[in-house]
């Protein structure tokens, strides 16, 4: 009954035990390293590879936390300092793409492509041809 018990606690709950474990698992990976600095800041990059990619696959973690990862552990295991690692995820282009994202969920919460959508209906008509043409018109 208390193996059934703990079966059934562990189903529910193993991507806490993933998330939790990962990294004690893959402890060692940093604490055998030898005494060159190259070698040691390698396998201090390695393990922070493997733990994403230990999140990644198990999808213990939601995969933007786990992109995110690089920017907390690279300046904790003393690879990177904190506004070289920020450089990388925060350049222009990318609050480009992100302002996008956040207009393109504005725009279907408040239903605007729908209503832009049935003004070019009603302006070209519905024959094949006039909707190719609404639909060229639109993306201009």
């Known amino acids: 009954m208390g193996s059934i018990r703990a079966l059934e606690f562990i189903r529910a709950y193993w991507r806490s035990w993933v998330v939790f474990l990962g990294p004690f698992i893959l ?79 504005a725009v279907e919460h408040c239903g605007l492509h729908i209503r832009v959508a049935l003004k070019i209906i009603k302006m070209v008509g519905t024959s094949q041809a006039r909707l190719m043409l609404g639909f060229m018109f639109t993306t201009m």
Do not use: H
């Not at 940093?30 to 230990?54: G, H, N």
């Not at 450089?87 to 990318?94: E, R």
């Open 27 to 105: 402890s060692p990976i940093i604490f055998c390293s030898p005494d060159e600095q190259q070698t040691r800041e390698a396998l201090k990059c390695a393990y922070l590879i493997l733990l994403m990619v230990f999140y990644w696959l198990t999808e213990a973690l939601p995969l933007p936390v786990t992109s995110m990862i690089p920017m907390i552990g690279l300046p904790l295991l003393g690879l990177m300092s904190t506004k070289d690692v920020a450089v990388n995820y925060l350049n222009s282009t990318n609050y480009m793409f992100f302002g996008g994202l956040i207009m393109a969920i």
